[in-house]
Each structure stands twice: as structure tokens, then as C-alpha cells.
């Protein structure tokens, strides 16, 4: 287990969730003090050394109050996890202006908006990891805005590692296969046989939370801009 995050403050977001309560869950492990963002703090860990905090990031001001209380209580974050998305699933045809808006507002517009917090609050040797997707190369009918916003934010990363550079942050993206989520369980896609997934193919919220570790820490510190794929070899043989 990757150690050595005492005194670090970190924010992680959709900590209520699969992937984001494991990253969380880790993070906390190994010492950081953890402000854990969901729409709802009810399932998220609050004690004398971590915040959960209910937000809804797809409103700016929320992005800017969850920040300003992490700030508050920790004094500082070193850390921005970006895991919170979401996904709908429909034909472009009828994606109507309110779906993208929806959609990009939680998984584009919100990180960038932690991101820009992060750059300007962050001491050097911040890390940033965003959690895109595989749907950022390679995706599946019925999901063009999801996979939109993952390509997206695989190019925030890379211009956040560009600018974050003088300032000794580094940022990195995550792109998940199929993980064993209630998004993934909850997908019409699968239902229906649009998509099929080999059950060998299906990684687990801690596979993906052990990598973002990693890549929080200074183990990675020569690593920045980078995308990992974390699928289980599953795109290379598609």
C-alpha cells in the first residue's frame, strides 16, 4: 500500500459513489485528510479528520463554497481527485442542448473548475487525477456525449499538466475499462446487448483507487500529462 500522505489535504469528488468512495477510502488510509464531495454527504465519511461535504458541482458556486470549506478545515489540499460523471444514454439524434449542458457541467465544466481552485490554492507537489473513461478512444452507440466529455477532460489533463508545470502540480487522467459500479450495472447499453462486456473484463472501484494512489503520490512524481488505461488489457483487443 502506497503511504506516506500525512499532513496532505486532498479533495475528491463523487466520493459517493464506487470509484470515488475508493479513492476516498484509500486516500484516507494512507494518511491524507479527506474532503469527500457528493450530492449528498449522508453516505460519506465525517469525523474529526475528514469533511463530506454536499455538493452539486454542476453549479459553479457550489465548486466554489466545497473548496473554500476544504480550505477552512485543512488549510490547504494538495490532492484533487476529479471522479464525479455522469451518463445518458440516447441517440445524438435526440440529444436536445439541455442534455449536453447537463452532462458537460458535471464532467467537463466542474473539474475544470476544481482544477482552476487547485492551481491557484495548491502548494508545489500537488497532484491532480482526473477519472476519464476508455470511451475517450473507443466508445458505443447511444453514449456520444459521455464520450465527448471523457475526451475532454483526457485534453484538460494534458493542458492542466502544461500549465500546472511552473507551479510543481502535476495532473494525470485515468481511463477505466468497465468497472463494477452501479453505472456500469444500471447501463441500458449492456441490457439491451449494445455493448458486451466479457465478465473477465470487469475490474473492480480498488483497482482503479490504487492507481490513482499512485499517481497522487511522489512515487509518480516524473509522471504528468499522462493517460493510463486501466481495463485489463480489454481495449488493445478490441
Keep these: 500500500m502506497v503511504t506516506g500522505f500525512d499532513g496532505r489535504g486532498a479533495i475528491v469528488t463523487g466520493a459517493g459513489g464506487g470509484i470515488g468512495g475508493a479513492i476516498a477510502k484509500a486516500l484516507a488510509e494512507a494518511g491524507a485528510a479527506v474532503a469527500m464531495v457528493d450530492r449528498t454527504a449522508d453516505a460519506l465519511r465525517h469525523d474529526d479528520r475528514h469533511l463530506a461535504i454536499a455538493c452539486d458541482i454542476a453549479d459553479p458556486t457550489a465548486v466554489d463554497r466545497a473548496v473554500a470549506a476544504t480550505l477552512d478545515r485543512f488549510g490547504r489540499f494538495d490532492i484533487l481527485v476529479n471522479v464525479a460523471g455522469i451518463m ?10 439541455a442534455d449536453w449542458q447537463r452532462l458537460l457541467a458535471v464532467n467537463l465544466i466542474a473539474p475544470a473548475l476544481f482544477t482552476g481552485h487547485a492551481l491557484r490554492h495548491m502548494p508545489s507537489g500537488g497532484a491532480i487525477v482526473n477519472v476519464a473513461s476508455i470511451h475517450a478512444h473507443r466508445t458505443s452507440a447511444e453514449v456520444a456525449s459521455y464520450a465527448a466529455s471523457k475526451a475532454a477532460l483526457v485534453s484538460l489533463t494534458r493542458s492542466t499538466a502544461i500549465e500546472g508545470a511552473a507551479r510543481g502540480i502535476r495532473c494525470n487522467a485515468i481511463l477505466p475499462g468497465a468497472i463494477d459500479t452501479p453505472l456500469l450495472r444500471a447501463s ?9 462486456i466479457d465478465p473477465a473484463d470487469i475490474g473492480t472501484p480498488a483497482d482503479i483507487a490504487s492507481l490513482a494512489l499512485f499517481l497522487a503520490s511522489d512515487g509518480a512524481r516524473f509522471v504528468s500529462g499522462a493517460e493510463l488505461v486501466a481495463d485489463g488489457g480489454r481495449m488493445g483487443r478490441l
Excluded: L
Design 88 to 97: 445518458i444514454y440516447k441517440p445524438i439524434t435526440e440529444q436536445d442542448a
Design 188 to 196: 441500458p447499453n449492456i441490457a439491451a446487448g449494445i455493448e458486451v
